[in-house]
């Protein structure tokens, strides 16, 4: 299997742009996850999908974050609009529905924002 | 809420045992996860406990106690290749596909 696929690995844009994020989870996963992660803060749980429906969005920093599944096999995290204290690394992760399987992270986005 | 707990940075000596240790404080507990993380790259499934007591996959061994909140990782023959950052993560009442919540991370470098 090629694992979570991220695209794209490295994003620069300047503040008050639109940047999506995209997300392809491991087949057969049935949920999926999007994660940030900065030194100070470590890796976050933003929002996180079962079968393809928003289970929990309370991780989101602000409206400015949106995410959305419209099919099995992919994802998109959208920040519109962008600012610098966006800067970070982005992690999609995909599982099992299944209380003891491990998520499977993809290489991530690193996003900055100038 | 959850509270994780971990130590920010340790150093060992290649061959040497290390032993990684999380504390935790939360509202729901389904299983302690344990992830691997080098520079640059995204976090790899180390282990998993649910239930107290040690479990042994070849060079690693993970620990945990639930009445104390506490789980460890034990590194042991430390090779080079073992430096990197070890994630300690709580799944919450929903079990794992309510999403971990991670701790910030052990940074752990090995010295020749």
């Given at each position: 299997d090629a694992g979570v696929i991220q695209s794209p690995r490295h994003e620069v844009t300047e503040m008050g742009q639109e940047v999506t994020l995209r997300c392809k989870p491991i087949s057969g996963h049935n949920?999926?996850?999007?994660?940030?992660?900065?030194m100070m803060r470590g890796l976050e749980l933003l929002i996180y999908f079962n079968n393809n429906v928003p289970i929990d969005d309370s991780g989101m920093p602000e409206d400015r974050f949106s995410a959305k599944m419209p099919n099995a096999s992919f994802s998109t995290l959208k920040i519109q609009p962008s600012e610098p204290r966006d800067s970070a690394v982005y992690f999609c992760a995909s599982s099992l529905l299944r209380r003891e399987s491990p998520l499977?992270?993809?290489?991530g986005t690193r996003l900055t924002v100038t | 809420g959850q509270n994780i707990d971990q130590p920010t940075e340790?150093?060992?000596?290649?061959?040497?045992?290390?032993?990684?240790?999380?504390?935790?404080?939360t509202s729901g507990f389904n299983g302690l996860f344990w992830y691997q993380q080098h520079a640059g790259e995204a976090p790899t499934f180390l282990s998993y406990n649910v239930l107290d007591g040690l479990e042994e996959k070849g060079r690693f061994s993970s620990f945990l106690s639930r009445s104390k909140g506490y789980s460890y990782l034990l590194l042991k023959e430390l090779q080079m290749k073992d430096s990197a950052s070890y994630l300690c993560a709580v799944a919450g009442s929903g079990g794992g596909a309510d999403g971990l919540t991670f701790g910030k991370g052990t940074h752990l470098i090995i010295q020749p």
């Open positions: 949920s999926l996850f999007w994660y940030r992660q900065t499977h992270f993809g290489n | 340790m150093t060992a000596t290649e061959g040497a045992i290390v032993q990684i240790n999380c504390t935790y404080q």
